[in-house]
Nanobody
Framework: QVQLAESGGGLVQPGGSLRLSCAAS????????MAWFRQAPGKEREIVAA????????TYADSVKGRFTISRDNDINTGYLQMNNLKPEDTAVYYC???????????????????WGQGTQVTVSS
């Protein structure tokens, strides 16, 4: 099983930016879809963005479209989430995950993701 480690979270003011990284321990990272999820206190976990195995297909939650960008570098087994124009409602623990297939299937959501990182806290506050 692939082990994942997120980094890059922290405290940022509204309108600021953060870049999250997700380092995978196994070379098979490049064969599978990768996604970022988030969970705020008292709320359900939700998909933020997903990227296909090749990096050519991306999916975003409506709430982050135009502000967040997901990417991956398969040569170094690392995924990223660039977050710009952050809002207080973006405050959550962010998790990266690796799925069982090559593309994100919205109908299956988080059920397709078997490998998860430990999460990194993002707090947007003035």
């Amino acid at each position: 099983q692939v082990q994942l480690a997120e980094s890059g979270g922290g405290l940022v003011q509204p309108g600021g930016s953060l870049r999250l990284s997700c380092a995978a321990s196994h070379y098979t990272f490049s064969d599978y879809v990768m996604a970022w999820f988030r969970q705020a206190p008292g709320k359900e976990r939700e998909i933020v963005a997903a990227i296909s195995w090749s990096g050519f297909t991306t999916t975003y939650a409506d709430s982050v479209k135009g502000r967040f960008t997901i990417s991956r570098d398969n040569d170094i087994n690392t995924g990223y989430l660039q977050m710009n124009n952050l809002k207080p409602e973006d405050t959550a623990v962010y998790y990266c995950a690796i799925g069982a297939g090559r593309y994100y299937e919205p109908s299956r959501g988080a059920a397709d993701f078997g490998s998860w990182g430990q999460g990194t806290q993002v707090t947007v506050s003035s």
